[in-house]
């Protein structure tokens, strides 16, 4: 029998589950609605079932289950208070799911488990120190020290979209609270505020997948609108260099693929604002995992090495 | 016979040598002249045989040494190039006196080996996750993330005085290269810029002791001038706070001293700066070891625990 790990990406609107094999390939996967589970132990029973059914089709030995998920405690395990599942509490997801299907479960937020994921099974295989950037609806992140996540004192390490990147009286006002975050420009919102600044009156209401069709047109407005997603992108990517000296920093998320638009003026920018002697050497790649696998790999990835191999 | 550890503090001036016992405690100690050893083998003579005359004295056994320098490479035990000392080349110092003296030896750079002496016997005592930012002639800095320092790709992790803090086109040049650094505010020469600025012509070639002590006798353009400091050290530290969520921030360094004039404005940037979520949450303390002692704690604090319990 194969031994395989499951990787579960919670959503807001779905959740993916999936087998990894020991070469993290996903076997088999499925998809269920989040939002359908507004009972905690029913979305339990749910995605043991769908984590049973897929090893039984595949015939496959369990050995542990990797989470990725908003709101989530690392250190106890629980999803928290989350704002967009369904259940608000802290649910103890872990403990719940590992009496359910008798091995170790593994829990973390799902922009630190995207980083693992990178470094497990993409674009940083190899790489001790690196940092993950998701340009997505919002801006996330995680940073990766000597092979381990820094999950800081409040788990808050590596919420690199809530960097400061403009000082201005006027900067833009970020969902956070706070003012002139790197969220507010090159998320797929800031993208949109961006654009309604640079055409003003003239086309409104465009998303950031029509700007990107517009860049790729030849629109000189949509092309400076990345021009500036670059330029603020540049200037968060120094600060996480100066601050943890990785040696890549890995862009992934919708807004990445319009990377040949942006990365021209975010490598001026970064190599601006960095001391001299470290110009040059932080690598920007771009994830090589496909959207949908990349989630359920990143869950797969926050299952410790040393776990496999018992 | 007491076992003890040596601690090296390498300064471009002064070499400082101590023997740290078990406990903590400085037993003994000595200084030599660095820049009188213009040829390293020579050097090494000197703290070899200082180090002798001091086990010598104190009847001790010397477990490990461990050395704090600037432009030293923790993986190599080499100092590298270092523009302050009388070395030019690549001198590998921990393999030279582990030879002399039969014990392993430890280097790290002396911001690095000053958060780790922070950790281990000041005033980060019991953390995990830790910043220590250096105030002196320029600022630097040691950042610690489950209990362990974050070195990067180029042994640049903890580079903190080159946070970009301010983006406007006429932003203070730094000595680095870059512009808008951390340093060409909240160092004491940065210090000593921003009285430039405040006084004018009316005062000339004040130093940052004197700005210090004129902030002290109720001078409003002085006290205006650590203001200053407190704003752009707030941003500096939110953005640190933003990557790697430290329990604490450690102020050390001449600079650190003025901290009731800088702290309400350091307190009021760094909270106005970071996610709300994480408002108040992080620790800003200042170092509780004197000056002499923290150089060669912070050097003793290089060497792995498990050393000292073989």
Not at 63 to 83: D, F, L, Q, R
Request: proline share 3%.
């Amino acid at each position: 029998m194969t031994s395989v790990v499951a990787g579960i990406d919670i959503g807001g609107t779905n959740t993916k589950i999936g087998l990894v094999s020991a070469e993290g390939k996903i076997i088999a996967s499925n998809t269920l609605s989040t939002a359908k589970y507004v009972q905690f132990p029913d979305y339990i029973d749910a995605i043991s079932s769908a984590i049973n059914d897929l090893m039984i089709a595949q015939d496959a030995q369990l050995k542990a289950v990797g989470i990725g998920a908003a709101s989530a405690n690392y250190k106890t395990g629980c999803i928290e208070h989350a704002a967009n599942l369904p259940w608000k509490g802290i649910e103890p997801i872990c403990k719940e799911l590992s009496g359910r299907l008798g091995v170790p479960v593994y829990l973390e937020n799902d922009a630190n488990a995207a980083a693992l994921g990178e470094l497990k099974y993409g674009a940083a295989r190899g790489l001790e120190d690196m940092v993950m950037i998701t340009l997505g609806t919002g801006v996330g992140g995680g940073v990766i020290s000597h092979g381990k996540l820094i999950h800081g004192a409040n788990s808050c390490g590596g919420e690199v979209g809530h960097l400061r990147i403009d000082y201005s009286d006027n900067a833009r006002q970020c969902g956070c609270g706070s003012q002139g975050c790197l969220e507010t420009y090159c998320s797929a919102t800031g993208v949109v505020r961006t654009a309604k600044e640079m055409y003003g009156d003239s086309k409104q209401a465009l998303t950031s997948l029509e700007i990107y069709n517009a860049a790729c047109s030849g629109d000189q407005t949509a092309i400076e609108i990345f021009k500036t997603v670059g330029k603020q992108l540049g200037r968060a990517m120094a600060l996480i260099i100066q601050v943890t000296d990785p040696q890549a920093i890995v862009l992934f998320g919708g807004l990445a693929a319009a990377n040949k638009f942006f990365m021209p003026s975010l490598e001026e920018e970064m190599n601006k604002n960095i001391m001299p002697v470290l110009r040059g050497k932080c690598k920007v790649l771009i994830s090589t995992l496909n959207g949908a696998d990349a989630a359920i790999l990143g869950a797969a990835a926050t299952i410790p090495t040393n776990v496999l191999n018992n």
